[in-house]
């Protein structure tokens, strides 16, 4: 029977955190870091430059602009060239980011990332246009109505993908074929919806294996896997035998909800720990004391579309042996991003620390190789992991006698 101790809102405990920081992992939550910054001669003399640079160009482009316009570009330009996660976010990408933190928001639900120079699809959101209309990891975005991409940045073209409600757009993409022979261009016609993510959802594969699908790591996520945990318990007869859980095109979220949905499943010991430049980023978490499903066997289900968030999950419980990984390689998100803000509209998303699982593997741009690897879909896929919770279980069993 689940334990009730965990059943409530926990209260994270780093053990090691200076300053004031909540972190992101991909993108979609809020974050706040609290830190000195000393200007000596040669910042002055920097900061002097960018503002007569601003002051020539309003003044003397061919076409009037505003320095505001032009702090904007220069900020975007100044973080477009740090990596591939930091950027400016203006007035409307701040105000999307906050809405993303409660999942829900406009445009298509496509997560996306920078892959050898192409923007790629990371994964699409369940149930979403982008995902009914057979969107795919891997797919590498070229045009937009009929545009080229070439050239913009990755925060600007999220900005593109967004907009109003019952607003339409066309996607062209390259795909590769399987064996990476050939590439096809693709195009999707989709219309934009609200976006409003369910991160968890759950079913009975068969009596007594359960099934828990996460499609991202949102503020909720933590409670909501715990009820879903609790109903298929109930659905089962007060007893599970085993725990599929699905991470699979899931690109991840707040750092504190995959903590949370990790210590679930833990008795003890380290989750995963930051490290960065500033003391404010070295940070680790431990798991409390309460397993809620009492050390049943957990099969957990990772792809190339797994990232971040979904990353530090399958990492922890790989790491502590309470979990078998089933599929493909992760993605391979190891760094942590936090917004900065630089006023009520407007604000850095800047890479601030890299995260490692409790072994200290850092998984950034590698991934998380699976236990057992499987290339095939369902259901091909879910039999093989309710066999391997069978196995487990029969293992379990042999040990106790």
Known sequence: MIQAAKLTRMVLRPLTLIGIIVSI???ISLGV???VTTRDETQIDSAGTLTSAMRQVSQNYVEEVSEEELLGHALKGMMGHLDDHSNYLDSGAFSSLKQNTSGRFGGIGLELGMVEGYFTVVSPLDGTPADRAGLLPGDRITRLDGDSVKGMLLVDLIDELRGDPGSTLQISVQRESPDESSTRTLQFDLTRAVIQVASVRGKLLEPGYGYVRISQFQTSTGDDLADVLKDLESEAGDTLQGLVM????????????????ADHFLERGLIVYTEGRLKSSFAKYRATRGDLLQNIPIVVLINGGSASASEIVAGALQDHGR???LGATSYGKGSVQSVLPLS???ALKLTTAYYFTPNGRSIHEKGIDPDVAFDGEEPGLLAEAVQLLKTADAETLQARL
């Open 25 to 27: 992992v991909t993108g």
């Open 246 to 261: 699905d991470l699979r095109n899931n690109p991840g979220g707040t750092l504190q909800s995959s903590v949370e949905v």
């Open 33 to 35: 870091l609290a830190h």
């Open 323 to 325: 979990a078998k990984l």
């Open 344 to 346: 009520d509209k407007q």
